[in-house]
């Protein structure tokens, strides 16, 4: 069975301050490991998709990287735009995504 | 270009009853799929539709089932509500389906069941 592990439950940061989100994740045959953020209200908006270990992709303030067993989200220098409850999913060899429980970012100004 | 839409937002329901929840896909897209949103439980998989054939199911009771139309709108049911299915409902949409591909995630409709 899949299994998508999100580290820390919440997370408060002054505007400025860097930090890193984790996803630990077990998958048979992983097809992707998938970034999304969700504001209050709304669904799930796309922000990244990495296939295989040492990818990684950038937009704006946030880098995605992917190991073999764990996947971090860097923000750097967030603003306060940037607070959202951020998910980690994996797909694997049953095409069925398995979702972590989130990471709820809040940035103060 | 118009995203997905899922109708209702809002719907309170009684224990016992059921209810029917619409998703409007991206113009295209030919998977569909449903997810259940919970504090305690995250987001979890519901079933998948493609080509109005069910693809996928997730480990939910048979009080949850879906249709998918030849237009790809798709349609989730759940009979005998109750209370513990409160829940924000989510429907994606994809090109491809749920493998390695990206999902566009409509509003939700919030359930609560009281």
């Known amino acids: 069975e899949d299994q998508v592990t999100q580290s820390p439950e919440a997370l408060r940061l002054q505007e400025g301050e860097s930090s890193s989100l984790n996803c630990s994740y077990t998958v048979s045959g992983l097809r992707g490991l998938f970034w999304y953020r969700q504001d209050p209200g709304k669904g799930p908006e796309f922000l990244f998709t990495l296939y295989s270990a040492g990818e990684e992709k950038e937009k704006e303030r946030l880098k995605a990287t992917l190991t073999k067993k764990e996947s971090f989200l860097h923000i750097t220098a967030p603003k306060p735009e940037d607070s959202a409850t951020y998910l980690c999913a994996v797909s694997g060899g049953s095409y069925i995504p398995t979702f972590g429980r989130g990471t709820s970012l809040i940035v103060h100004p | 270009k118009a995203g997905v839409t899922q109708t209702p937002r809002y719907l309170i329901k009684t224990r016992g009853q059921q209810v029917t929840l619409s998703c409007s896909p991206i113009?295209?897209?030919?998977?569909v799929s449903w997810y259940q949103q919970t504090p305690g439980q995250g987001l979890q998989f519901l079933f998948e539709y493609f080509s109005e054939t069910q693809r996928n199911k997730g480990n939910f009771p048979g009080r949850f089932s879906g249709r998918q139309f030849s237009n790809s709108r798709s349609e989730m049911n759940v009979s005998t509500l109750e209370l513990g299915d409160s829940a924000l409902y989510l429907c994606?949409?994809?090109?491809?389906?749920?493998?390695?591909?990206?999902?566009?995630f409509g509003a939700g409709s919030r359930l609560t069941v009281l």
């Open positions: 994606a949409s994809s090109a491809q389906g749920t493998g390695a591909n990206v999902l566009t």
């Open positions: 113009s295209g897209h030919r998977s």
